[in-house]
């Protein structure tokens, strides 16, 4: 058999550590049927390795084989495309993890550094998402995360279908894509719709199709701080009832205890002010209720009639 260069031998350990991977358990037999070598090369490349830190266990029999186990050092990995974005996304989470920025930051910059240049464009574009603070609940697609990420990165237009709720139907919207944030565990598209002249949020677990445009749509100017934008969106979104409520102690009190995403806490010659909306008066008095301020509506008048009779339930109930 012709001998290997150094070079095919280096690649060539590097593809069966990756059949190591991926196929836990593969034999000296199945490993050198899927390289192209000798049994015996199969063993060297897997001694190779092991001198290079990789603890690779053997089992005898016609059911053992090769398992990567853990070791006492960190080797380097193998990752494919996808993995290596799923990687990215995660570091960009750990951003605002307290504790964890600096390393976070240094990681995605080594990843950036040693990737193939054919995927530097994911990791720039994944690395212009913003984050806050909260726990990934609701999954936001990859084949729709990826390219949104793509289009925002490019300043492109997209074509998406997007459910304005979890019971209507998808309907395809052309917008410019601005940024992406996460949110309360939930992905945030800040866009502007064609014809539109207002940056607005859309929940990218509720997009099922992004298609590129290769062009741009005219829009404004895009909002200085996307992640307040969404935020707003949510605390003062297309609700029935929009609260005001004047709250006897400091702002800076009030916001320690609420939610951007549910309230906006404004300043005010009387202390402060809190502004949100609702479909639901009940629950907006059961919320204010919960918070224990000493405060007084300002509209809608109705909302006193929920507070008080709310307060009546629990006198009876207690």
Not at 32 to 39: F, H, I, Q, S, Y
Not at 85 to 90: N, P, R, T
Not at 210 to 235: H, K
Request: with cysteine.
């Amino acid at each position: 058999m012709q001998a290997h260069s150094p070079a095919s031998t280096a690649s060539r350990r590097l593809e069966t550590l990756s059949l190591l991977q991926t196929h836990p358990g593969i034999s000296a037999a199945g490993l050198a049927a899927r390289l192209g070598v000798t049994e015996r090369t199969a063993r060297r490349d897997v001694a190779q390795l092991r001198e290079l830190g990789y603890r690779i266990d053997a089992e005898a029999g016609r059911t053992g084989g090769y398992r990567l186990a853990h070791g006492r050092t960190m080797p380097p990995l193998l990752l494919d495309a996808d993995e290596v974005a799923a990687v990215a996304l995660g570091l960009r989470t750990a951003v605002a993890v307290d504790g964890l920025e600096t390393a976070a930051v240094t990681a995605l910059a080594k990843l950036t550094q040693v990737v193939p240049s054919r995927w530097q464009a994911r990791l720039t574009a994944l690395a212009d998402v913003q984050t806050l603070p909260g726990q990934f609940s609701r999954r936001a697609g990859h084949d729709v995360l990826v390219p949104a990420a793509l289009a925002c990165r490019a300043n492109e237009a997209i074509r998406i279908r997007h459910r304005r709720n979890d019971t209507s139907p998808a309907t395809a919207t052309d917008v410019q894509p601005h940024r992406l944030v996460t949110l309360r565990g939930r992905w945030y598209l800040v866009a502007c719709p064609r014809g539109d002249l207002e940056w607005k949020a859309y929940a990218v677990d509720r997009i099922d199709h992004v298609q590129p445009l290769g062009t741009r749509i005219q829009s404004p100017e895009p909002p200085v701080d996307a992640a307040e934008l969404v935020a707003d969106t949510l605390a003062h979104g297309p609700w029935r009832h929009r609260v005001r409520v004047r709250v006897h102690t400091s702002a800076d009190l009030v916001r320690e205890l609420v939610d951007p995403s549910v309230a906006t806490v404004i300043d005010a010659d009387y202390e402060c002010e809190l502004r949100f909306g609702t479909d639901d008066l009940d629950w907006a008095a059961r919320w204010l209720a919960y918070l224990n301020l000493d405060l007084d509506v300002i509209e809608p008048n109705s909302l006193n009639d929920h507070l008080r009779a709310f307060g009546s339930w629990l006198l009876e109930r207690h």
